[in-house]
């Protein structure tokens, strides 16, 4: 149940929706989550647009897309970090239209420490997370709504 946030000046993505669309999308199709209410409820993605004259490197120039991925620990193990990354720089670049900025866009990956992934006003574990989710599949399965 990632949370994406991607800031970058404004004006650079003409669909701000589709891309945090896109951004939460691919986190949880490689996180390989199952295909539930409650993970997509609470996989979501906030693109922040900041003033252009807020963003510089040593140089001052301000082209750059800064992407931070919080998963739950131990979500995304090695191969699922380096798709994480690769996919979200290339989805970054479509959406500005402009294939440079992969070179310019930083992903960081960080990971909540046990018990700090807060959900419906709990602070969850991962054994919590996984319990909640098992849950619905099993409410899913008899036809209940879920959570």
């Known amino acids: 149940m990632p949370m994406i946030d991607a800031y970058a000046a ?18 949880m199709r ?6 539930i209410p409650m993970f997509r409820r609470n996989t ?11 963003i510089a490197n040593v ?6 897309v800064r992407v931070q991925v919080l ?3 131990g979500a995304l193990d090695r191969d ?14 479509t959406a500005a239209s402009d294939p440079t900025i992969a070179d310019r866009t930083w992903v960081l ?3 909540a420490p046990e018990g700090g992934w807060g959900l419906w006003g709990h602070a969850h574990t991962n054994v919590e ?15 209940g709504a879920g959570s």
């Open 10 to 27: 404004a004006g650079t993505f003409a669909d701000k929706h589709q891309l945090a669309v896109d951004l939460a999308t691919a986190v």
């Open 80 to 93: 699922k970090q380096l798709a994480v990354v690769r996919q979200l720089t290339d989805i970054i670049a």
């Open 59 to 64: 140089d001052g120039e301000r082209t750059y």
């Open 30 to 35: 490689i996180e390989g989550v199952p295909d």
């Open 129 to 143: 997370l996984v319990a909640a989710a098992r849950a619905e599949i099993a409410a899913l399965s008899n036809g």
């Open 109 to 111: 990956l960080t990971e």
């Open 44 to 54: 979501a993605a906030f693109v922040h647009e900041l003033a252009p004259d807020s």
């Open 71 to 73: 998963t739950n620990s």
